[in-house]
T-cell receptor, first 113, second 119 residues
Framework: ELKVEQNPLFLSMQEGKNYTIYCNYS?????LYWYRQDPGKSLESLFVLLSNGAVKQEGRLMASLDTKARLSTLHITAAVHDLSATYFC?????????????FGEGTQLTVNP | DTEVTQTPKHLVMGMTNKKSLKCEQHMGHRAMYWYKQKAKKPPELMFV???????INESVPSRFSPECPNSSLLNLHLHALQPEDSALYLC??????????????????FGPGTRLTVL
């Protein structure tokens, strides 16, 4: 059974600081996704990482994937309040009958002024 | 049209009611999904439809009954629910393509969800 672990689960940081969220998963997969969820809202796709060594950046967020270590990171640079949300990583266990996403528990990020 | 829509946004129902949740997408995606999300928890997969056929049922109780009338629509019929079924129900869709004999599924796009309360 595929397991996905995120840490930290809660992160409170000051504006302007940097931090990294980690996502470990238990079995081989070459598809990893990062989603953002605001309170009471749906999931917004942030990054799709499809191969070992993939690195993607959007604004103050950068995601990377190391399939050999079964590790993805989401790095936040110079945080701003608007980044406050819950961030989920999700690993895909694709089968011919359908894609099955297994989510981490989520990291609740609060950026304080 | 690059979005997944869901109706209703909110639903309150009693344990003896029958109701349906609806999901629609016009992106040509041939895989559609239902997820359940409790507060402060990650989404949990319930059902997957691939090319309008049910391909994954994650051992969901029979009081939840999915239906895919065509490639753009996905319904979730609800009957005799319990208060613990109260949650945010999310629909998603993804593009698929054939790679030889296998199907490859791409990124899932999520709808806004239906907030369900069972009294």
């Amino acid at each position: 059974e595929l397991k996905v672990e995120q840490n930290p689960l809660f992160l409170s940081m000051q504006e302007g600081k940097n931090y990294t969220i980690y996502c470990n998963y238990s079995t081989t997969s070459d598809r990893l996704y990062w989603y953002r969820q605001d309170p009471g809202k749906s999931l917004e796709s942030l990054f799709v990482l499809l191969s070992n060594g993939a690195v993607k950046q959007e604004g103050r967020l950068m995601a990377s994937l190391d399939t050999k270590a079964r590790l993805s990171t989401l790095h936040i640079t110079a945080a701003v309040h608007d980044l406050s949300a819950t961030y989920f990583c999700a690993v895909d266990d694709p089968k011919t009958s359908g894609s099955r996403l297994t989510f981490g528990e989520g990291t609740q990020l609060t950026v304080n002024p | 049209d690059t979005e997944v829509t869901q109706t209703p946004k909110h639903l309150v129902m009693g344990m003896t009611n029958k109701k349906s949740l609806k999901c629609e997408q016009h992106m040509g995606h041939r895989a559609m999904y239902w997820y359940k999300q409790k507060a402060k928890k990650p989404p949990e997969l319930m059902f997957v439809y691939s090319y309008e056929k049910l391909s994954i049922n994650e051992s969901v109780p029979s009081r939840f009954s999915p239906e895919c009338p065509n490639s753009s629509l996905l319904n979730l019929h609800l009957h005799a629910l319990q208060p613990e079924d109260s949650a945010l129900y999310l629909c998603a869709s993804s593009q698929t393509r054939l790679a030889g004999a296998a199907k490859v599924y791409n990124e899932q796009f999520f709808g806004p969800g239906t907030r369900l309360t069972v009294l």
